[in-house]
């Protein structure tokens, strides 16, 4: 069984709190120990994904995930990804269907899961759609406008 892309990003969390880590090959070697073959591009992607940031440590960096309320733009994955892969937004009722690429809708529905938006319940993500339901049984027409504003849609 191929690990979930939640189940090697919640891996990924686990070695960056427990491991000062300098690069991302030393995170795809720690990642391949636990069960997690990737690429460096993977762990690319799932940096960025789950937050994560360079800080500066005793004259040198490690990757950390900073805790939310830290003045950080917390929703600045979320963009990214609304804008890199999203094709279309359609609210209906409570839900909302999300439209990428083939490959790409876990990696947006990850994206949404992780900014904590309180006007969505929850994310399912297929190859290419992602369903996300609302808070509240008309809340999908608010959710879609939010995720355009916050992927810079008009």
Not at 37 to 45: E, I, L
Request: glycine share 12%; hydrophobic share 45%.
């Amino acid at each position: 069984m191929i690990p979930s892309t939640a189940a090697r990003r919640k891996a990924l969390r686990n070695l960056i709190r427990e491991h000062d880590v300098e690069r991302q090959t030393d995170l795809v070697e720690l990642l391949e120990a636990a069960g997690h073959p990737v690429t460096q591009a993977t762990v690319s992607r799932d940096l960025a994904a789950i937050g994560a940031v360079k800080e500066r440590v005793d004259g040198g960096t490690r990757y950390v995930i900073p805790p939310p309320g830290n003045g950080l733009d917390e929703v600045a994955p979320l963009r990214r990804a609304l804008a890199d892969f999203v094709e279309s937004i359609v609210p209906s009722g409570n839900l909302v269907v999300l439209r990428t690429p083939p490959g790409a809708a876990q990696i947006v529905a990850g994206a949404i899961d992780q900014a904590g938006l309180t006007s969505v319940l929850g994310t399912v993500a297929g190859d290419d759609t992602i369903l996300a339901v609302a808070a509240g049984e008309s809340g999908g027409w608010r959710v879609a406008r939010e995720l355009e504003q916050i992927g810079g849609s008009p």
